[in-house]
């Protein structure tokens, strides 16, 4: 079933925020009612029958990206949350489409973000002070949002990639000794494996024009591009990003809440695009 919702904009100082399963609603009234919908017929009957609740009429129906079902139920479904809410804050281009440029935007950035934290990494050994580890943290934040955003142009959901019931730290035991450095190799290696996987498909199998198709497809067999690309994700690149914030002393649950407050607010400035953590 594919989930829809609705989304119109507002001023921060009017938004009342609504979360029911993995629909995010702004609505000018608190008695508003929530749905989700099976289909765009749905999702504008709605519309045209609540749009005296609210200040805007411009509303548009969005798909919810993720096709597997999302938790709506136990601490998990926090990053399922976490990753719709990453769409509000998509502004790239072909964000939420699942089309070939969305998925090969968010895998650079993901790349981007994690070459990013090795810099804060970088400053922080070199200065252990609290702004400096806020800075590790404030990287970290978005090396996760690429990660649900990439997950989510692809088909997947967040939990997908973790299994298991709480934070997924609770399942990293770390060695002795163990820097954060040590554990930046391990997530700088996974990222480059799940950003292979991408690479590969686009070159053995249709070229660009074909990407967002076959890593959709059902994987049928243990060799299909789909499989090894969630292979990568569940293998390498969520065991290495948990173990990363563990290192660091984090929840991923925390992570993800300080990401979103850090956008939250610049959406509010209206600063979402440009360049630089102090914006």
Known sequence: MTIKYVRRVLPPEERTVYWVGV????????????????????????????AGNYTTREFRALVVEPDATPRTEGPMSKLDLYQAWTRTTALYPGSG???????????????????????????????????????????LGDVTWYFARLLAETGFV???AFGGEGDPVGDVRLAAHETPWDTYFGLAVAVGRVVERVKKTIRDHGGLPALATVLREPASRDTH??????????????PAYARMVAVLGGKVFDVCAANE????????????????DKR
Request: net charge negative.
């Open 23 to 50: 629909l995010r609603l702004d609505c000018a009234r608190p008695d508003t009612p929530v749905a989700l919908f099976a289909s765009d017929e749905m999702a504008w009957g709605w519309i045209r029958t609540q």
């Open 97 to 139: 489409g699942g089309g070939p440029e969305a998925i090969v935007y968010c895998a650079l950035g993901l790349a981007g973000e994690t070459g990013e934290l090795a810099g804060a990494l970088d400053a922080l050994a070199k200065a252990d002070t609290p702004e400096n580890e806020a800075a590790v943290f404030a990287e």
């Open 158 to 160: 967040l939990s997908q």
């Open 225 to 238: 591009p789909a499989k090894l690309f969630l292979d990568a994700v569940q293998r390498d690149l969520a």
């Open 261 to 276: 407050a850090k956008l939250t607010a610049r959406m509010a400035r209206n600063t979402l695009q440009g360049s630089g």
